[in-house]
């Protein structure tokens, strides 16, 4: 069974082609790096998905703007699934995140737009949602270097992106369901803390300031706009088990970024 993974080169996405190799399933990397652009929509594409049975969309634009934001997730989302049709694709599969119809973030607006883009498409499809990765304190903390760290407050479920990795995979090669279950980590973190046990295990000195965001989408945010909805807790899949201080004892380094990520493959 061949797989697509668009966004194959990214943090979750080489995951997610490490697990398919483990399940003996043929990963086909989507990224620019690997000569497929999918906001324009490059004629690498259609040669791309000849033969391939399942896509993963893990692809992802970093922006706080919703016009940026939608205008990526809205051309990936149509170029793939497009392609898709074209290439006899049966199923479409797509991370998306817990909490993007209660928190009124800009980047949310363009996973919502996603998901309409798919639930709206030609191929049958299933949409996860996950909530932030254990790697999402990192991705915080180092997108912006300098002595300060400037960290939204926010209540978070994380998991480990691996684990994200894994339900994907297994959803990929079963059959499409919609709207999957909500997939969280086992423990309710603050981001803050998160943050801060990261400096302290990488044994580095950054003062970091808490910021609360604005109106009601700090009050979301701060709240439980980013936990996953009680009624997923008993589903099968729904909960990860490693937690963050599990992670960032296994991943961590003093004096270095985590260890232990894939480096990039397949074809
Ligand atoms: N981070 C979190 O905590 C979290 C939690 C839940 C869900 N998610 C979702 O998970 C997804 C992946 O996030 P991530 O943090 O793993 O992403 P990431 O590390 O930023 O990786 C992004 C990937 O997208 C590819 N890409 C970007 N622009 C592209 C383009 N125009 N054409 C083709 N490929 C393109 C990149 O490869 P090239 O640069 O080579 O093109 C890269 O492989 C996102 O949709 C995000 O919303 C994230």
Same mark, same amino acid.
Not at 152 to 168: D, G, N
Not at 197 to 215: I, K, S
């Given at each position: 069974? &061949?797989?697509?993974?668009?966004?194959?080169?990214?943090? *979750?996405g080489?995951?997610?082609?490490?697990?398919? #190799?483990?399940?003996?399933?043929?990963?086909?990397?989507? @990224?620019? @790096?690997?000569?497929?652009?999918?906001?324009?929509?490059?004629?690498?594409? !259609?040669? $791309?998905?000849?033969?391939? !049975?399942?896509? *993963?969309?893990? @692809? =992802?634009?970093?922006?706080?703007?919703?016009?940026?934001?939608?205008?990526?997730?809205?051309?990936?989302?149509r =170029?793939?699934?497009?392609?898709?049709?074209?290439?006899?694709?049966?199923?479409?599969?797509?991370? @998306?995140?817990?909490?993007?119809?209660?928190?009124?973030?800009?980047?949310? &607006?363009?996973?919502?737009? %996603?998901?309409?883009? *798919?639930?709206?498409?030609?191929?049958?499809?299933?949409? +996860?949602?996950?909530t932030?990765?254990?790697?999402?304190?990192e %991705?915080?903390?180092?997108?912006?270097?300098?002595?300060?760290a400037?960290?939204?407050?926010?209540?978070? %479920?994380?998991?480990? $992106?691996?684990?994200?990795?894994?339900? +994907?995979?297994?959803?990929?090669?079963?059959?499409?369901?919609?709207?999957?279950?909500?997939?969280?980590?086992?423990? #309710?973190?603050?981001?803050?803390?998160? *943050?801060?046990?990261?400096?302290?295990?990488?044994?580095? /000195?950054?003062?970091?300031?808490?910021?609360?965001?604005?109106?009601?989408?700090?009050? $979301?945010?701060?709240?439980?706009?980013? +936990?996953?909805?009680?009624?997923? $807790?008993?589903?099968?899949?729904?909960?990860?088990? %490693?937690t963050?201080?599990?992670?960032?004892?296994?991943?961590?380094?003093?004096?270095?970024?985590?260890?232990? /990520?894939?480096?990039?493959?397949?074809?």
């Amino acid at each position: 069974m &061949r797989v697509a993974v668009a966004g194959g080169t990214g943090l *979750v996405g080489r995951y997610v082609v490490e697990e398919l #190799v483990a399940a003996g399933r043929e990963p086909v990397v989507l @990224s620019r @790096s690997r000569g497929v652009d999918l906001v324009a929509g490059s004629a690498g594409l !259609d040669a $791309a998905l000849d033969g391939v !049975d399942a896509v *993963v969309d893990v @692809s =992802n634009v970093t922006t706080t703007s919703a016009r940026k934001s939608v205008a990526f997730f809205d051309a990936v989302g149509r =170029n793939l699934l497009d392609a898709g049709e074209r290439a006899g694709v049966r199923h479409h599969v797509v991370l @998306s995140i817990v909490g993007i119809d209660r928190v009124g973030l800009g980047y949310y &607006r363009g996973k919502l737009r %996603q998901e309409d883009v *798919v639930r709206g498409g030609p191929v049958p499809w299933t949409v +996860l949602r996950a909530t932030q990765f254990h790697e999402f304190a990192e %991705q915080t903390l180092d997108r912006v270097p300098g002595p300060f760290a400037v960290v939204p407050r926010m209540r978070t %479920q994380p998991i480990a $992106a691996r684990e994200v990795a894994r339900q +994907l995979v297994t959803l990929a090669t079963g059959p499409a369901q919609g709207m999957a279950p909500d997939l969280a980590g086992p423990r #309710v973190e603050q981001l803050v803390d998160m *943050v801060r046990r990261l400096l302290r295990a990488r044994g580095e /000195r950054r003062l970091v300031v808490p910021v609360r965001m604005p109106g009601a989408v700090g009050a $979301a945010m701060t709240g439980d706009g980013q +936990l996953p909805v009680a009624d997923a $807790a008993d589903a099968p899949g729904a909960r990860g088990g %490693q937690t963050f201080d599990e992670w960032l004892a296994r991943h961590v380094v003093r004096g270095g970024r985590s260890s232990g /990520r894939p480096s990039v493959r397949g074809g």
